[in-house]
Structure formats: structure tokens, C-alpha cells
């Protein structure tokens, strides 16, 4: 079974294994990259001012969980 699939998996190898590209990155690719990734940022931040006083409340449970003697 294994000798069988060594030549499909070869043949597929080479049909699919990347050449030399001819392409070209303009400079608002770099721009895009960039604003995606301070949308992300900012996207975070929001999330987080959102659920803010629910993650506070959060920890703060935590902490005095584990500063109370039992």
C-alpha cells in the first residue's frame, strides 16, 4: 500500500511545490498591514473597556479569595 502511494505523493510534490514568484507588493499593502493591525489593537481595547468592571470584579474576587485565612 505504502509503495503504491510514493509515486502519487512525489507527483503531487512537484505538480504543487512553489517556483520562483513574480509578484509584486505595492506600498498599500504595508499601509493595510498596519491598519490591521491597530484595528486589532483598538478592537481589544474596546472589548475590554467594555467588560472592564466584570474582569475588575473578576480579579478582585480572586484576590480577596486568596487573602482570606479559612
Known amino acids: 500500500m505504502i509503495k503504491k502511494a510514493i509515486p502519487l505523493l512525489t507527483l503531487l510534490l512537484v505538480m504543487f511545490w512553489p517556483s520562483a514568484s513574480q ?3 505595492d ?3 504595508g499601509s493595510m498591514l498596519i491598519q490591521l493591525l491597530v484595528g486589532g489593537a483598538v478592537a481589544i481595547g474596546v472589548t475590554l473597556k ?3 468592571e466584570k474582569v475588575r470584579f ?6 480577596l ?3 482570606r485565612p479559612e
Request: glycine letters at 0%; a positive charge.
Open 65 to 67: 479569595k486568596k487573602d
Open 27 to 29: 506600498p498599500a499593502t
Open 50 to 52: 467594555m467588560y472592564w
Open 23 to 25: 509578484a509584486y507588493l
Open 58 to 63: 473578576f480579579w478582585q474576587k480572586k484576590v
